[in-house]
């Protein structure tokens, strides 16, 4: 590998993780803000408090996804580009291979974490806000569905974004690129 190729194998290598750092500290004050938002929802007694950590666990998750695609897409990158034909660096090329070969189970504990811990959040906010509405349930209805579908969708991108397929139209992609 010349030396140009490993300073950009370094250099990607270190943006996957400032990814990951950025993924943690989004999750964590997620968690964080989500959690004072319920507190004070249960201390106020007024249901559409249990609505207000929406603003914040909506735009986070796609916020996530946006960086786990990113990793995967530099993974990927790193694969095609700069691990091909090397006998040294090839993480990217055996962790792809150990995927292909369904060596390891098909649910991921890191994703459904993530995403079980961001659904436990939203289904926790709408029953919350459901129980201490005090409007009428029309209301409660028509402000929920949106922002259940999006929440949903948030999720669903998120998991996703770890799928064998979804890295795999990365690598396909960059191969198109590079044999042009």
């Not at 997620?30 to 950590?53: D, E, K, Q, R």
């Not at 079980?116 to 029953?127: D, E, K, N, Q």
């Not at 669903?156 to 590079?178: G, H, P, V």
Request: net charge positive; with cysteine; aromatic share 18%.
């Amino acid at each position: 590998m010349q030396e140009h190729q490993l300073e950009d194998y370094r250099t990607l290598y270190a943006e996957i993780d400032r990814n990951s750092q950025i993924t943690t500290t989004v999750f964590l004050a997620t968690i964080t803000v989500t959690s004072a938002l319920i507190g004070y929802g249960l201390s106020s007694g007024f249901g559409p408090i249990f609505l207000s950590p929406f603003a914040i666990i909506i735009p986070s998750l796609f916020f996530i996804t946006s960086q786990l695609e990113s990793t995967t897409r530099i993974g990927a990158y790193i694969m095609v580009f700069l691990e091909a034909g090397s006998e040294e660096l090839n993480w990217q090329t055996r962790w792809f291979e150990i995927r292909r070969r369904k060596l390891l189970p098909h649910v991921r504990k890191y994703t459904f974490s993530i995403s079980g811990l961001y659904g436990a959040l939203s289904i926790t906010c709408i029953v919350l806000a459901g129980f201490y509405w005090g409007m009428e349930w029309w209301i409660f209805a028509v402000t929920v569905t949106p922002i259940t579908f999006i929440a949903f969708l948030g999720v669903f991108y998120l998991r996703r974004a770890f799928t064998f397929e979804f890295c795999k139209q990365y690598i396909d992609a960059w191969y198109k690129l590079k044999n042009r």
